[in-house]
């Protein structure tokens, strides 16, 4: 069986010195679980902070990247995949995913934890405002969304998902 | 030149009365400017009333399809283009469109309007609640967002964008 | 019911002059049985021609374009669409399209011709040389590909295909 | 510095015996140079093959898969990865691959082969008819194409042009 993967998603230049924080000890947890980690690949804020929590306990980190080619890509990565689609890569990025964990947020993160309820995959948004927790509980209907105050909190419900599921 | 195209987003099954008449009054409003109109191309909710306003005011209407056939399309489209793409095909639809409306709100529309953001495109949420509004408004950073009353307003607004880019 | 949408492929950049003049009379002919032109979009070798072809014949003429603006769409478009997903949008041309026809050949085009016939799209080869009829010829198996020697014959195959259609 | 990538692309259900051979080989041998490899995922054909070679020699395998879950997924990846894309995935997959080998060839494979040497990627078709290599050979141009009898000369051929690379 091929590895449970979870995608962190968030901002990339910009990010809050929080969602970097929680995105580095998400990617770290992930790895921990014996779990590949999915990041959109470039070289800043969420997503370069979990590629190095995930390397950092010897995991997989994963970039789907929206550039065709890997001049943009962390370093750190294990794997790093140019899919030349832009922004569709968002999609992509979620579809891959067996669950989406969000830290921090803005235009493209939004788009992929929308894309994440609208394909029903176990969606945790992190320590976000009370407004951006509204926002998205009122559109998830009936996707399993999850309100998390830590990183611990968000891959700790995840667990509880995909156990369930295997 | 071709034509300015105006994207219409909103929830297929399950949208409100409110939505389809908003959207069915932008397409209308759409194809009197002489532009066309882009949907998700289904024969549901708001893409179906979007086309229908089009095309009763002798407009163009393009469906940009998640499928990969036409089994699904709104019959009433000028053009019914399937994409195979999944829920990728809301990014294609977006980067495709000269301005974005969004009537009513679900997952999938609010990964449209999202993307429409982050891609700088003018974007028109349209008789949204107060929490929807607040919450693209605090992501929106320096992307041209428009909270708009009626789709009438959601038009006109898009006139001035689009004749001073013209 | 929507239009029958009918993409012409082919070289854009070192067109042949064969390619470009098949092109722009497929354009033509195509707008003639009142049928949508498809093409890659970009002002440019057989996109262009055949683009010219249907506006001149007063037809519409839709271009899907790999790039996410319209800076190398060709001018003579009825509608212009930007995807961003660079190659990728080979594969949303052809979904998109009811048939497809290549004029011309390089690597662009017979990722877009091998796609067409994976799709099982009727598909028409135009005055190629005899090795790549017999490439595309081997690989086809089921699919409804056709050797023509001019554009009328190829519009007139597509035209017996889509009426056994409709 | 992330993995080297190289995809081996081909048919899935009707591959030759010969094509799953190669595939399989080329996929252990990939994993003994410390690549990674890339396939399209399902559990058939060379794709199915290769990742069999890959894992059987301890390495990662990675499949880049056209459907939105892991229902056809090759239960030995090490990495399964929906994109939900259907066919447009073969651009993915090409675009992700620092350089790509053909095993076998029908549409699908045409489309992939076409599509790297559209990119400019480091391509080798192995073991194909005399046909097929001269079709590549005529549409390659400057594109970096290599005509390989076996998988030891495909991988061995990539390996120069990698290190030239590096």
New interface residues.
Partial sequence: ???T?IAVVGPGEGASEEAVADAELAGRLIAERGW?L?TGGRDAGVMAAATRGAIGAKG?A???LPS?D?AN?S?D????????????R???L???ADAVIACG????T??EV??A???GKPTVIVRQ?A??D??FA????S?PLHVAGSAEQAVDWIATRTSAQA
Same sequence: chains 1, 2, 3, 4.
């Fill in positions: 069986m091929s590895l993967c590949a999915l997989i994963i970039g789907i065709a890997k890509a370093p990565l294990t794997i790093a995949l140019p899919t030349g689609l832009g922004e569709a968002n999609a992509v979620v579809t891959a947020m803005n235009p493209g939004a788009s929308a894309l309820l609208r394909a405002s407004q951006v509204s926002f009122d559109i998830a209907g996707a």
